[in-house]
């Protein structure tokens, strides 16, 4: 006999917040649910930033840099990229491409930018530029990497966890929240 299949399905917990503890996964999932997840998001985050163009990101991550990371190495190209995919966990990325020239060794270093992010609040702009650059000085997402994040961005661990769920709140299929401003 072939017994139908009637249970409940559990979902995993989602790849975004994997890292956090069950009960905020779990309250991240039900206000999403309820439908209240989205007013509460747009009211902590009214307003889209007002980042719009390559040249303007770039001016905006320069400034960061030279408020925090003066001595780090300089940047050659900040965009958005249209080629990332958030699904597979990447917000933004930083690459630094070593050439011989001459007798020289050059890096050229860039930070790319999920164009998601290009229509939401400021403060997720800001904690994935800080992310990247902090990248700059330290490679591997150890202790001294997130107290560099700190520094540069006290609020880091907070603008965090409301991105990756505002990311958990797209996946289930909610709208994006902020118009371009």
């Known amino acids: 006999m072939i017994a139908d299949d009637c249970s409940v399905q559990t979902r995993s917990p989602?790849?975004?917040?994997?890292?956090?503890?069950?009960?905020?996964?779990?309250q991240v999932g039900a206000l999403i649910e309820q439908g209240r997840f989205a007013p509460?998001?747009?009211?902590?985050?009214?307003?889209?930033?007002?980042?719009?163009?390559?040249?303007?990101?770039?001016?905006y991550v320069q400034a960061i840099k030279a408020e925090h990371l003066r001595s780090a190495p300089p940047l050659g190209k900040v965009r958005f990229d249209s080629t990332l995919h958030v699904i597979r966990n990447a917000l933004g990325t930083h690459t630094a491409i070593s050439r011989v020239q001459g007798a020289r060794l050059q890096a050229k270093r860039e930070i790319h930018i999920a164009t998601l992010f290009r229509n939401a609040p400021e403060e997720f702009l800001r904690m994935i530029v800080v992310h990247e650059l902090a990248h700059l000085r330290v490679r591997d997402h150890d202790k001294a990497f997130y107290q560099l994040c700190l520094h540069m961005?006290?609020?880091y661990h907070q603008y965090e966890f409301d991105l990756r769920a505002y990311l958990v709140y797209r996946d289930a299929g909610g709208e994006a929240l902020?118009?371009?401003g």
């Open 14 to 26: 989602p790849a975004y917040l994997a890292g956090y503890p069950a009960h905020l996964q779990q």
């Open 153 to 155: 961005e006290p609020d």
């Open 178 to 180: 902020w118009a371009p």
């Open 40 to 59: 509460a998001l747009r009211q902590r985050y009214p307003k889209a930033h007002g980042v719009r163009s390559d040249s303007a990101l770039y001016d």
